[in-house]
Each structure stands twice: as C-alpha cells, then as structure tokens.
Nanobody, 123 residues
Framework: VQLQASGGGLVQAGGSLRLSCAAS????????MGWFRQAPGKEREFVAT????????SYASLVKGRFTISRDNAKNTVYLQMNSLKPEDTAVYYC?????????????????WGQGTLVTVSS
C-alpha cells in the first residue's frame, strides 16, 4: 500500500486545515488508518485513528475536540480535519495503514507509512 499525504501548509493560530491521505490499493477498506505527527527534536506521536469501516475512532487527548478523522473507502482516502490550531500543533504529519483493521494508537501496529506533510501554525 502506498500512501500519499497532502494538505499541509502555513496557518495562523485558531485556523483550520484538512489533511488528506490517498492510498494506492483497492483493499484500502481492509485497513485501519492513523495519523501521527513529529515535531522537530521530538518523537513521533499518535494523533488519531479510524477503524477499517469508519465506525470507530480514537484521538490523542491533546487534539480531542479539535481534530476529526474520517475516511471515504470509495475514494481510498482518509482525512484529518484540524480546527482551532495551536502553535504546538506544528509538526510533520504522517498517515499510516494497519492491517489489523481495528483502531491502533502505536506506531508498531502500522504496516505502511506515507511521506508526511508539514503543518506550521504561527502565533
């Protein structure tokens, strides 16, 4: 599975962005999907995950209530809607696919990774 993330950019604090991650494979609907982020000098951290069907989601406490993960299996695409952005949300955001199908919060549970898209939030 090849993953292509897009939608990053520069935004002011309080603004919004929507990230997209397009998958190359028709079996996309068999994978749980996740978003992670990595800020300079920090480890990669979990942001959000969605089950293969889209019925179940989970969020990191730092983004809960501000970010929404969703998927369109007909388009082989997962999204991350980010609202009320803060400077501390600045990071490279990565999408990932997990063959275990259920939601997954650990990097070790993911089998495929996209190349990342940079989100910069100015104060």
């Amino acid at each position: 599975v090849q993953l292509q993330a897009s939608g990053g950019g520069l935004v002011q604090a309080g603004g919004s962005l929507r990230l997209s991650c397009a998958a190359s494979r028709r079996a996309f609907s068999n994978y749980a999907m996740g978003w992670f982020r990595q800020a300079p000098g920090k480890e990669r951290e979990f942001v959000a995950t969605i089950s293969y069907s889209g019925a179940t989601t989970s969020y990191a406490s730092l983004v809960k209530g501000r970010f929404t993960i969703s998927r369109d299996n007909a388009k082989n695409t997962v999204y991350l809607q980010m609202n009320s952005l803060k400077p501390e949300d600045t990071a490279v955001y990565y999408c990932a696919a997990s063959a275990q199908r259920r939601i997954a919060t650990m990097t070790s549970e993911y089998d495929y990774w996209g190349q990342g898209t940079l989100v910069t939030v100015s104060s």
